[in-house]
């Protein structure tokens, strides 16, 4: 199982970015998905998660409104649309996934595969 992350980048406050996750060697249909973020010297912090049949979701409070999460099961994508993005919102954003058809897990423990990360800088 591979995910790799897209779409990071440099945003002024305000703004919106819309990650992508490319999966491959899994049926994504059969997997939940999720999206962590990570500051360094701080701990993975949960953003959003999928369940399998894109019926479930879960947004962390700080998002809420903000972010969405949505999944291609046929082009085997994940994504996270974020819009009125703030300073606070910068982190790296990490992809998760894991097989399972049960609902939209938040605990990072609950994911085996993760991707690589994609840097996410919100400017003041």
């Known amino acids: 199982v591979q995910l790799v992350e897209s779409g990071g980048g440099l945003v002024q406050d305000g703004g919106s970015l819309r990650l992508s996750c490319a999966t491959s060697g899994l049926i994504l249909s059969s997997y939940g998905m999720g999206w962590f973020r990570q500051v360094p010297g701080k701990e993975r912090e949960f953003v959003a998660s999928i369940s399998a049949n894109g019926i479930s979701t879960n947004y962390a409070d700080s998002v809420k409104g903000r972010f969405t999460i949505s999944k291609d099961n046929v082009r085997n994508m994940g994504h996270l649309q974020m819009s009125s993005l703030k300073p606070e919102d910068t982190a790296a954003y990490y992809c998760?996934?894991?097989?399972?058809?049960?609902?939209?897990?938040?605990?990072?423990?609950?994911?085996?595969?993760w991707g690589q990360g994609t840097q996410v800088t919100v400017s003041s």
């Open positions: 998760v996934a894991r097989p399972s058809t049960l609902g939209a897990a938040t605990s990072p423990q609950a994911y085996p595969y």
